[in-house]
């Protein structure tokens, strides 16, 4: 089970100077005007804890330019100009049935990367869902819906399987646990993982540590030692998309109804989601996490709600309509 997250007391934010470094990154990288880097800096001031974790405690078991050296030395490029083409946005993959579809049918595409979306950078953590949606929003994209991750990690999307019909009527708790257990059932058979058919240990970015004393999930002990983004270059998918196992989990949005879908323009979002596997699961798997599974509905609330979880292995990804993006979120 993902452990308890929130902070037993107020800290100081996580590094402001590297807050600062890394959203002049993030503007410089994928281009983002005056008022996106506004909107985004609002949401980290409004935290104070979001970022690449605790300094005091954090240790990244890599730099990001022992990643950069690693990856010119393998002869490994990120670049894939027709991606960014098709996404009208830089490090950005296409969605769509590769079984009856080609990249240019994609109707949607998903970050590459976790955010901020930059190769050799880490994993922005201790993010709420909220946090998360505004965070997609203000770059012009929306937070994924999780058959959309899941597509991404299996290779292939297909059509939403919301099993609606069994949240009528239920409570918040039970609607999720009847939704999840359907879908389990039905994709149980078939397990795969982002690289490949069987899980397998030193491929992603899962052989790092908790920090000696994290017990549950406080600021204070518990480092967020991630691996530099896409570190491990054959952890990725057949869609292109990297460190969907390892480095951190991930927020999803998990729609309840029809009107919940963010793919399909929602303002609304449904509830929390959390995708993925983190850092320490080639030492320790905390749960399942193949590509289509999903989670109990571990610290769950509406993805709007205020008080959304965050956590010390926790980040985000984002996804982007190839049409008309949804209003503002509320």
Request: aromatic share 10%.
């Amino acid at each position: 089970m993902l452990a308890l997250a929130r902070p037993t007391a107020p800290s100081p934010p996580s590094g402001p100077q590297g807050n600062v470094d890394l959203l002049r990154e993030l503007q410089q990288v994928h281009g983002l005007g005056d008022e996106s880097m506004r909107r985004i800096r609002e949401v980290f001031a409004g935290s104070g804890f979001i970022g690449q974790g605790n300094p005091a405690v954090t240790e990244h078991p890599a730099t990001p330019e022992a990643c950069a050296l690693k990856l010119r030395d393998a002869g490994v490029s990120y670049e894939q100009p027709e991606s960014d083409r098709i996404c009208g946005a830089r490090y950005m993959a296409p969605l769509y049935d590769a079984s009856r579809e080609k990249p240019q049918d994609a109707r949607a595409c998903i970050d590459r990367f976790e955010f901020p979306n930059i190769p050799c950078a880490y994993p922005v953590v201790w993010v709420r869902a909220r946090e998360a949606a505004l965070l997609c929003e203000a770059e012009g994209k929306r937070l994924c819906d999780a058959h959309e991750w899941e597509g991404a990690c299996a290779g292939s999307l297909e059509e939403p399987d919301y099993r609606f019909d069994l949240a009528k009527g239920r409570d918040l708790v039970s609607a999720v646990e009847s939704m999840r257990a359907a879908h389990n059932r039905a994709y149980g058979a078939r397990k795969t993982w982002s690289y490949g058919p069987a899980y397998q240990t030193g491929v992603c970015a899962a052989s790092s540590q908790k920090t000696p004393g994290c017990d549950g999930g406080e600021w204070a002990h518990c480092g967020s030692n991630t691996f530099p983004a896409g570190f491990f270059s054959a952890c990725h998918s057949a869609s292109g998309v990297f460190d969907l196992n390892g480095n951190a989990a991930e927020h999803m949005n998990l729609p309840l109804d029809e009107s919940q879908l963010s793919s399909r323009g929602s303002r609304k979002l449904g509830v929390t989601e959390m995708k993925g596997s983190w850092f320490i699961f080639d030492r320790y798997r905390a749960h399942e996490d193949w590509c289509r599974w999903r989670a109990p509905f571990w610290h769950g609330s509406r993805v709007m709600d205020g008080k959304s979880h965050e956590n010390y292995h926790l980040g985000f990804r984002c996804c982007r309509t190839l049409a008309a993006e949804p209003d503002s979120l509320h």
